[in-house]
């Protein structure tokens, strides 16, 4: 995987990340199309946050979105969201092995997304991940971190 998708990580809300991420989650869960209902439970926002989210980031190439059928990430989408994935197993990781305690997704999640690649890259450095520079999983059998 290129540097060039941690790149463009840095160009996403943490809204669009965060979405991203629940699709491919909810892809390695179950077999994609991810419909509206799981992205709904999942992420915990409304039907009309999935839509409009499904919507503008299919305009962006990173989803395909068929109304009434659910989403599935593209080629880039999903290559984005396992390396946002991926950026925050490192700072999991970077806060058990430095700091004694793990965050939170969601806190990690948060961090992940502000922290621009090369400050990633410094913490994912420190420590040994599962993966080189993207989330390898197929399932989510294989990541007990996903």
Known sequence: ??????????????????FL??????SLVDTPPV???????YLDVSGASVTGMSKALADEGLLTH??????ELTERGNRIA????WRRCAIQEFFEDELGFVPP?????????ELD????DTLGSRVTLPCD????????ADCELL
């Open 66 to 71: 068929e109304r009434y059928h659910g989403v």
């Open 82 to 85: 396992r390396a946002l994935l």
């Open 117 to 120: 690649t090369e400050q990633v």
């Open 21 to 26: 991420c629940g699709v491919l989650y909810r």
């Open 105 to 113: 997704d969601d806190q990690a999640y948060r961090i992940a997304i």
């Open 1 to 18: 995987m290129s540097r060039r998708a941690h790149r463009l990580v840095d160009e996403l809300t943490p809204a669009e990340g965060r």
């Open 133 to 140: 520079d993207h989330c390898e999983a197929a399932d989510r």
């Open 35 to 41: 419909s509206n209902h799981e992205l709904t439970d």
